[in-house]
């Protein structure tokens, strides 16, 4: 008898542990429709792979497995024991090249449909996240409207979900708003891994952002750098502090903005060069015959000379152009960011 008893207990803790385990880990089953995937890239791309991972408490993607694909369809199916932030990969071939597409979305038990890049539905939380981003296109230029969302949406959802929402809303709202956004949430989401890099990494570019802002703000000094032209060396330094007003156009021939500002830039010389004004181009990340032939082809009037050390890339830290600056007689940056219309009018301001 006792022995029985012994059995009985035995089995009755393995069912108890078996349906522990049952309830612990559920499915989820995801379904892509490849077709509006594809008609991110060219005609005749295929997808090669689907990647499935899991955003891990130790800051890193785990991988889930592979999607099995199946013509226009794929399917993936995982357990999960509770609602975590999920990333799905594809891995896309097309003719003139091969690429990958991202996307993130919360992974939960349930049945997913992954129709492309920005709609992942299905279940709740893939769903309240959805329909939060989507309030959040409609007023993402309002920032009392976006802290409302916010306060409304993390008040009724869990980090994960919160989380999901803001890892996604970043490029929607860009880092200034986003990072504003972030200092009203919890801690459960201010130190969920995820949100805790990205922030960080918003953080690191905004301080870069504003110090390049600053450094061709009105007011500022200009710095100085090195370059050629056609043997011969310039500096920055050889125009400024001569008495002049000097106009810098930051461009590259390969740059189709840049070309398209010339013509303005020729115009702007004529009319006040022998007012006191003084234009220089300098070609960055350039190649010194391509900046040769489109001088040439454009009738550039005005000095012209390439960087050769990356002395004025450093300087400014530029990450775009054309950037147009004028430098006044002392020195100091006048304005920044000039274009078109605007560029005629702030010389013919000061020089008449």
Known sequence: ??????????????????????????????????????????????????????????????????????????????????????????????????????????????????????????????DAVNEALEKLNQCADDPQAVRALSDDFQSRQKDVATATFFAKALPKLGMERWASMLKTTSDGVKNHPLISMMSESVEKALAAQHAREAAIAPGAQYKDFRGMWEGKEYSLSDFVNQGKYVLVDFWASWCVPCRAEIPNIISVYDKYGKKGLEVIGVALWDKAEDTAKAVEDLGIPYTVFYETDDSASIAYDFRSIPQILLIGPDGTIVASDLRGEELEKTIKDILG
């Open 1 to 126: 008898m006792k022995h029985n008893r012994t059995l009985l207990c035995s089995l009755l803790l393995t069912a108890l542990l078996g349906a522990a385990g049952c309830s612990t880990s559920k499915k989820v089953n995801i379904a892509f429709d490849l077709p509006p995937i594809l008609k991110l890239y060219d005609d005749g791309a295929t997808v090669d792979s689907i990647l499935v991972q899991r955003f891990t408490q130790d800051g890193q993607y785990q991988t889930l497995g592979y999607a099995r694909i199946d013509g226009k369809t794929a399917t993936f199916s995982e357990k999960v024991s509770e609602p975590g932030i999920g990333k799905i990969k594809y891995c896309i071939s097309f003719p003139k090249g091969s690429g990958s597409t991202e996307v993130l979305f919360v992974l939960e038990p349930g049945d997913i449909t992954a129709d492309n890049t920005s709609n992942v539905h299905g279940t709740k939380i893939n």
